[in-house]
């Protein structure tokens, strides 16, 4: 798991847009991740909508936002799309970021266990060092508490 205090994994990764970012290529910015299971379920919807609405502040605090599932390209196209996401959603189809996180993890899921995603949101500091992270992220307030930190 990657904590606090330690560089960030590096990764290059698709988005949405069906571009590459490298993580190296953000260094001298900081960098908020957001680590969520799906694309269009209820949770996973008001999270995005929160870090759409406070856009704006986020970029005027000088961060690069990006969100994180495992879905594919085309459904980030479709979430994108339908709740008009104006930041860049990375495909993790084989898990490897997520895992390079530690929030690939095993959860129970309707009295079953399985892998998937914990939400969680990870602030890198413009060096590629982890400043913050907010483990099993509570969405009410949550977009606020990043804001606080930048």
Do not use: N
């Not at 890198?124 to 307030?141: E, M, N, Q, S, Y």
């Amino acid at each position: 798991m990657a904590k606090v205090g330690e560089t960030a994994p590096g990764f290059v990764a698709w988005t949405d847009a069906k571009e590459q970012i490298d993580l190296v290529d953000l260094r001298g910015r900081t960098v908020v991740l957001f680590f969520y299971p799906h694309d269009m379920t209820p949770g996973c919807t008001k999270e995005a909508c929160d870090f759409r609405d406070s856009y704006a502040t986020l970029l005027a605090k000088g961060a690069v936002l990006m969100g994180v599932s495992t879905d594919g390209i085309s459904s980030h196209e479709k979430f994108r799309d339908t709740y008009e996401l104006p930041f860049p959603l990375i495909a993790d189809e084989d898990h490897s970021i997520c895992a390079a996180y530690g929030v690939w993890q095993k959860k129970k899921i309707k009295g079953q266990d399985s892998m998937g995603i914990v939400r969680t949101t990870v602030i890198i500091d413009p060096l590629g060092t982890i400043a913050h992270r907010f483990d099993k992220v509570r969405i009410d307030g949550h977009v606020d508490e990043v804001l606080k930190l930048l």
